[in-house]
């Protein structure tokens, strides 16, 4: 009896050796949590205990922030997905010194991963600095591994998105690596690059990480880079996890992956299933179901798909053949049934064709008499005739061209024919069929604010008549974008006649001044002698166009304003181009007619310096022309500025002369500025000294001398102001402010 209760004790002992010995095969229970945060926790991972496989899959979920965060030990979790990667924020390994070479601070961080691995085909080892060599140690099994790498460079003229040595550099790793400490070091301690780089820094991170310049001042913060880690389950391959059926977790419709040769295994759904192929195995797909699964099959409709598991077929319905595929044969009527097919096709066809030429020939006419209303109306046709009503006709009537008219003239808006573009349309060169060539300007619809510009253009132009303004011929309104048609200028803006080395150096003086005498000439026109007062408000080069001759045309009144005869100002949004805009309209909104003194004062500016208004490539003390200006008369420097090959013994004084007259252009007050008609009727006077020398202007001899010596006169400061000598140049220097450009406007 003694012998069978000992043998049944030993039974007894190796049946508890046998069950503890074995894994238990671990499923999670309803209750565990599949999510973190926005990160899904799939099994065999899994929050909280009795819910992961086994210890080397549990996380942690962190709901003490904002947003819940999961953590694989202490190290956050991006992302898990089934196929074996798991993505964690690493910290960086980092070596810093200040300028006299003392370390500051220094990180050397270690990851431990057990039986997972760090993935060698996802990830790399890089390094960032400019005086850094830095390691990786760590173990394949029991074998110790250690590489590294080193950057070297003198600047920080690096090259963007370039890890190939220079401020940056990387390394493949090797396969199986389980645990690793990162060490970043440096040569000579950033002495001689602490003023960009002060630190050494070392990470394995996923290849699509890019190297950017500002890396070599430093992370922000404490900074985790995402890394690639390899997962699979168990101990064993494939063959021999599979043999023991009890702990095999590739369950129902999956399959282990034999291509996975790292230590464990895993598994995948086989093809045309999907799901997680660890917890409850692999359910089939429905690639007929497009709501949910779309373009999943190759059927050619969606009725040609059926359903089976694991796959599909395409199917035909009835009364038609073929293999229903797209690409192949489709589904192809049966004989009998596409005659049918075909008769009712042609004959609803011919009466489709029939009845829509009908209806088209019925409304063709009234259609197009409400577009052309439609588009009168929308192009401000209305607010045209409200605006001519009640004023005096001109002489020669504009003409009302058609839409067809200017297509043939343009060969429909050829991109060849551009002459021109600003902010407010386009410019085109057109031929009338009378071999007349014009002008075309196509405005943009935007906004009403828009329609108001085409129409503001076509009121101002209708109250003007001189030489040497662009000429308005007609306009059109039958077309969505309402046209305005102008006499054809062939030589170009003086703009690209002073700033053109080519064309400048065939410009002589006497032909810069006499074009800023007839500019003047115009303004002092549209300020006094039109029938109601007309302010530019956008006077430049660009806009002063010139003939054959070199007379000077003005052009573009998309911008000028209407001043009604008991007003001196206007208050308005302010307007204008960048380096010509009156300051004290920019401060004031009251545009008056000293706005356009100012702007042609800088006009003035660029034709005796050959200098562009504003010019962002020059230093900052030379970017606006008329500071530059004011400062140069300061120093006594005006004939360092002006254009060399102007200047001689003959016109010397006559180009002081103007010279001043452009000092006082551009008061800062307007009231101390000249009017427009007294700056023509100067200008006029000082071309008749060029035709008649013997002319005396001696009555200048003053503020001639004052030029000459640089010495203020009593009447005028180097700023032009009258109480104070420094006043006018150093409100020119305050009051310099960057403007959107808007296509010259």
């Known amino acids: 009896m003694g012998s069978y209760a000992m043998l049944l004790q030993f039974m007894l002992a190796g049946v508890l050796l046998a069950s503890i010995a074995a894994p238990l095969r671990v499923q999670p229970g309803p209750d565990c949590p599949d999510q973190c945060g926005n990160v899904s926790i799939p099994f065999p991972f899994g929050i909280g205990k009795g819910c992961y496989f086994d210890a080397s899959f549990s996380i942690s979920c962190n709901q003490s922030g904002v947003h819940a965060q999961p953590f694989y030990g202490n190290i956050p979790v991006r992302n898990i997905s089934l196929n074996g990667e798991i993505r964690l924020l690493c910290l960086i390994a980092y070596d810093c010194y200040n300028k006299s070479g003392d370390s500051v601070r220094r990180n050397r961080p270690s990851l431990t991963l057990g039986q997972f691995t760090i993935s060698d085909t996802q990830n790399n080892f890089v390094a960032i600095g400019c005086d850094t060599y830095a390691t990786i140690q760590g173990y394949q099994g029991n074998d110790r591994y250690t590489t590294g ?3 070297i460079c003198d600047s920080q003229k690096v090259v963007d998105d370039s890890c190939s040595g ?20 440096s040569y000579f301690q950033h002495k001689n690059v602490t003023e960009f780089n002060s630190c050494s820094y070392a990470f394995v991170v996923e290849k699509e990480f890019t190297f950017s310049p500002k890396y070599l001042q430093g992370f922000e913060g404490e900074t985790r880079l995402p890394m690639v880690v390899d997962w699979a389950v168990g101990d064993e391959s494939c063959e021999l996890a599979a043999q023991n059926n009890s702990t095999f977790l590739c369950k129902g419709n999956s399959t ?3 291509s996975y ?43 040609y798909c059926v359903n089976e598991l694991g796959n599909y077929t395409c199917k035909c319905p009835k009364g ?3 293999d229903g595929r797209k690409g192949g044969k489709g589904c192809i009527p049966n004989q009998i049934q596409l005659v049918q097919i075909a008769l009712g096709v042609s004959i609803c066809s011919v009466a489709v064709v029939a009845g829509s030429a009908w ?25 045209l005739q409200q605006q001519l009503t009640g004023r005096d006709a001109s002489s020669e009537t504009a003409k009302i061209f058609t839409a067809e008219e200017l297509k043939r003239a343009t060969s429909n808006y050829d991109e060849s024919m551009i ?5 407010y349309g386009t410019v085109y060169k057109g031929i009338l069929e009378s071999n007349n060539m014009v002008a075309i300007k196509k405005s943009k619809i935007v906004d009403q604010s828009q329609i108001e510009q085409f129409i503001n253009e076509v009121v101002v132009l209708s109250q003007i008549n001189h030489r040497n303004v662009v000429k308005l011929l007609g306009c059109c309104l039958e077309e969505e974008v309402p046209l305005l048609v102008y006499e054809f200028v062939a030589n170009g803006t003086l703009f690209d006649h002073i700033h053109d080395k080519g064309r400048a150096a065939t410009m002589p003086w006497g032909t810069r001044l006499r074009i800023a005498a007839e500019t003047a000439g115009v303004l002092s026109y549209l300020h006094s002698a039109a029938s109601i007062p007309i302010i530019h408000r956008d006077v430049k080069t660009t806009n002063i166009l010139l003939d054959d001759n070199y007379t000077a045309k003005v052009s573009d009144f998309g911008a000028s304003r209407l001043v009604p005869v008991d007003q001196t100002q206007l208050s308005t949004m302010v307007q204008g181009t960048l380096g010509y805009l009156d300051p004290e309209y920019l401060h004031t909104n009251q545009l008056t007619e000293k706005s356009d003194v100012y702007s042609f004062g800088v006009v003035l500016l660029e034709l005796l310096t050959g200098r562009k208004a504003i010019a962002f490539d020059r230093p900052e003390e030379e970017r606006s022309l008329a500071k530059y200006f004011l400062s140069s008369l300061r120093k006594d420097r005006l004939f360092d500025i002006l254009e060399t090959h102007l200047v001689d013994e003959e016109n010397r004084n006559q180009i002081m002369e103007v010279a001043k007259l452009a000092m006082r252009c551009l008061e ?38 004052y030029l000459l010596d640089g010495k203020p006169s009593d009447r005028y400061s180097y700023g032009g102001s009258r109480s104070n000598t420094s006043s006018g140049y150093d409100s020119i220097q305050s009051h310099v402010v960057i403007l959107p450009l808007d296509n010259g406007r």
């Open 149 to 151: 790498c080193m950057s």
């Open 320 to 322: 038609y053949h073929g």
């Open 256 to 258: 282990c992956d034999g």
């Open 668 to 705: 800062i007050k307007g009231e101390e500025r000249p009017s427009m008609k007294e700056v023509a009727m100067e200008l006029e006077g000082l071309r008749l000294t060029e035709k008649h020398p013997w002319v005396n202007l001696e009555s200048n001899s003053e503020e001639t001398e």
């Open 166 to 185: 220079v401020g940056c550099c990387e390394i493949p790793i090797p396969k199986g690596l389980e645990n690793s400490t990162l060490t970043a070091s």
């Open 419 to 423: 002459v021109g573009r600003g902010g």
């Open 261 to 303: 040769n790292g230590r464990g295994y895993r598994c995948k759904c086989v093809d045309g299933y999907q799901g997680n192929p660890y917890l409850d195995g692999c359910y089939d797909i429905d690639e007929c179901n497009t709501t949910t699964n779309p373009d999943l099959h190759k059927c050619e409709k969606p009725g």
């Open 359 to 383: 209806l088209y020939m019925l409304h063709k006419k009234r259609k197009l008499i409400k577009l052309k209303e439609k588009f009168f109306k929308q192009n401000g046709g209305l607010m």
